[in-house]
């Protein structure tokens, strides 16, 4: 409980750095917004001063002095208020981000997971039958893999798989033609648009799960208390799991749940290349129009979810390794 | 019970030529015996031990010669075979036990998976079970619901020692079991693992460096040196009739605490090197009393007065006859 109380605090604590940090950093740039608009405008001819009054007004600018503004920043943050998007005026930045959510969370989250389950049992796998084929093959295959450049895998898939062989779309979340509802044409239509996405993830990740696995595995196999299960006489199905695997997979909980954390960001490359409706797609959208509302908005919610990922990784170690969770003895 | 027939171990390497750390080694164990298994780091002892326990990993060791125990020639079994009779009939305490126990499982639950394997029964007697074994090695029963992080290196070697005896084994070896404890430990858990031997009858295997030590608790000692036994006698004459020149320059590197005068001797040199073969006695470059002959045959174990011994020294008529 004691534990748990901690890592609760911890968390706290964290988030409200993130924010503050995330208050702070912005206006650390010189210029604001109305200003480069200002700046734009002026090149065609004078701007009236009541024009740039109302700019800033529409914009939201800052007023008052900086603690004023910060107490107002929290204040908004907690009523989920972060503003109005600048590329997609005059939509919300919140609703515009709970759009593209779901698209990044049932992908890229799902695919993450998969590719990590598959990924680490396969690592399991190699490392019992170390040396043999698969170990062998497994091995070379995936370090050749994990060393894909992300963008380069999508690019070619695109240009084989949907350019050429027209098996696949080229791009999108789904077919232009339906409007998004829970009717079974859409969701075939989504389905359809996400395999490709979903290979170029699951292929450029799940070298990096099975490697890490395989090696911790090969680590752990070489504990004494390996060595004494065998001896005792434990079915190598018990040894391989509840003593080998059990304990080579703590190190990587950490990892997956930052990874998990990461997913909230979506795949920038990813969606870019395949045009995904998704949080990464939505954030190089925001970069190039410049939406700093938007941006500081997604910046904040994937700082927010590693944190909400590393919260859970220690909840999930804490129930696995009984060390970590009296935090004391080493 | 246990005989060990020309048993080879020898260490595959990369560049071809393996380490033979166990070469052609014979001896037996009766049962209710306390058998010691001396000699200095590297001279393939517990590679002897692990041998006898067939836990040696046929990817890195080559295995030739036989180990019988109670008629059935451990080399020859089935892997399944082996599994079962692992722990039942011969189970093993090592180093320290500091890493022998799985971090993230209670104590209670490894005993559990131990029974598991081998038999059937309700939860409540195999808890029953531990809790004998625990008071057995002088621990309180309630540490079954530790993890292993939370007890101490002798009570973890004590329960390694509780573990081992679970399933009444036959033979049980012990390699190195009290080097990383303190000697007030140590002493501790050498009582209480004779005790237990005298009660429970089963045999040991007692490998360790520390001759001192295992002339107080074996009743029969063997010593070893470069993977071969060089002397094998009863504990009670080996102090007072050493016949090997490296058990006597053994025995010089150990005092009697209660000695008035006490002079220490250290043994000059290093073990030959085990690659390839060795050609003669393996301890004649380090030997005071070396002759011709012991550079060009290498002495076999022989009977003598009270045991065994391989030494040049005692063969006279061989000597002669070359």
């Known amino acids: 409980m004691r534990f748990i109380l901690r890592k609760l605090g911890f968390l706290v604590l964290t988030v409200w750095v993130a924010i503050t940090l995330n208050f702070i950093i912005p206006r650390l740039m010189p210029g604001n917004p109305a200003e480069a608009m200002m700046a734009k405008y002026a090149q065609q001819g004078p701007v009236p001063p009541q024009q740039e009054k109302a700019l800033e007004l529409m914009l939201g600018l800052p007023t008052g002095s900086l603690w004023q503004q910060y107490w107002g920043y929290v204040v908004n943050i907690i009523h989920g208020n972060f503003g109005v998007s600048y590329s997609f ?5 919140l609703s515009v981000i709970l759009q593209a959510m779901p698209w990044t969370l049932t992908l890229v989250g799902l695919v993450t997971i998969l590719q990590f389950v598959v990924g680490t049992l396969l690592g399991v796998y190699a ?24 963008f380069w895998i999508a690019l070619a898939l695109i240009y084989f798989l949907a350019f050429i062989a027209h098996w696949f779309p080229i791009s999108g979340g789904y077919s232009g033609s339906l409007s998004p509802s829970l009717n079974l044409p859409f969701i ?7 395999i490709l996405p979903a290979i170029t993830i699951f292929i450029t990740g799940i070298g990096g799960s099975l490697l890490g696995m395989r090696n911790n595995m090969i680590n752990t196999l070489g504990e004494d208390y390996i060595f004494l299960a065998r001896a005792e006489g434990l079915k190598s199905k018990t040894v391989a799991i509840r003593y080998a695997a059990r304990n080579a997979m703590l190190p990587i909980v950490t990892n997956f749940a930052m990874s998990l954390g990461l997913v909230v960001g979506g795949s920038l490359l990813m969606e870019t290349v395949f045009a995904y409706p998704g949080m990464g797609y939505l954030m190089s959208t925001a970069i190039s129009n410049q939406d700093y509302p938007l941006l500081q908005t997604l910046f904040l919610f994937i700082t927010i979810s590693v944190l909400l990922a590393n919260f859970a990784a220690d909840m999930v ?14 | 019970m246990l005989e060990v027939k020309d048993l080879w171990v020898t260490y595959k390497s990369r560049s071809g030529i393996g380490v033979s750390a166990v070469r052609g080694v014979d001896f037996d164990i009766p049962d209710n015996s306390f058998l010691g298994l001396v000699g200095e780091s590297g001279c393939g002892k517990s590679t002897l031990g692990f041998g006898i326990a067939g836990l040696l990993d046929p990817k890195r060791n080559d295995v030739s010669g036989k180990v019988i125990l109670d008629g059935q020639d451990l080399y020859t079994l089935s892997k399944e075979q082996l599994r079962t ?30 029974m598991r394997a081998h038999s059937n029964q ?25 993890y292993p992080h939370e007890l101490s290196g002798g009570m973890k070697q004590r329960t390694a020692i509780a573990l081992s005896l679970v399933l009444h084994p036959r033979l049980v070896i012990l390699d190195e079991p009290t080097t990383a404890l303190d000697v007030v430990v140590q002493r501790s858990i050498i009582n209480m693992l004779s005790e237990l031997q005298r009660l429970q009858k089963f045999s040991v295997l007692f490998i360790s460096h520390d001759l001192g030590l295992v002339l107080e608790v074996a009743n029969r000692v063997m010593v070893m040196y470069s993977g071969q036994i060089v002397e094998d006698k009863p504990a009670s004459v080996i102090m007072d009739d050493a016949q090997h020149p490296y058990t006597k320059a053994l025995l010089g ?28 006695c393996p301890f004649a470059p380090r030997c005071s009393f070396v002759m011709d002959v012991c550079f060009t045959k290498t002495p076999q174990l022989v009977k003598c007065e009270n045991g065994l011994v391989a030494c040049h020294l005692y063969r006279q008529d061989e000597v002669t006859v070359e």
Not at chain 1, 89 to 93: G, K, L, N, Y
């Open chain 1, 188 to 194: 075939e239509s989504v389905v359809y648009h996400s």
């Open chain 2, 253 to 280: 590197c150990y005092v009697n605490p209660h000695a008035e005068n006490v002079s220490l001797k250290g043994i000059p040199g290093t073990p030959p090197d085990l690659r390839g073969g060795v050609q003669g």
């Open chain 2, 122 to 146: 309700s939860t409540s007697s195999m808890v029953d079970r531990i809790a004998e074994l625990l008071s057995a090695v002088q621990l309180d029963p309630r540490i079954m619901d530790s």
């Open chain 1, 89 to 93: 005026f005059p939509e919300s930045v």
């Open chain 2, 85 to 114: 009779l692992r722990w039942e009939k011969l189970s093993v305490v090592l180093q320290g036990g500091m890493n022998a126990f799985n971090p993230v499982l209670k104590i209670k639950q490894q005993f559990i998976d131990v």
């Open chain 1, 127 to 150: 490392a019992w039958h170390r040396g043999k084929k698969f170990d062998s093959i497994a091995t070379v295959l995936f370090s050749f893999t994990s060393a894909f450049p992300y």
């Open chain 1, 317 to 330: 170690t804490g129930i696995l390794d009984p060390r970590v969770r009296k935090g004391a003895a080493r």
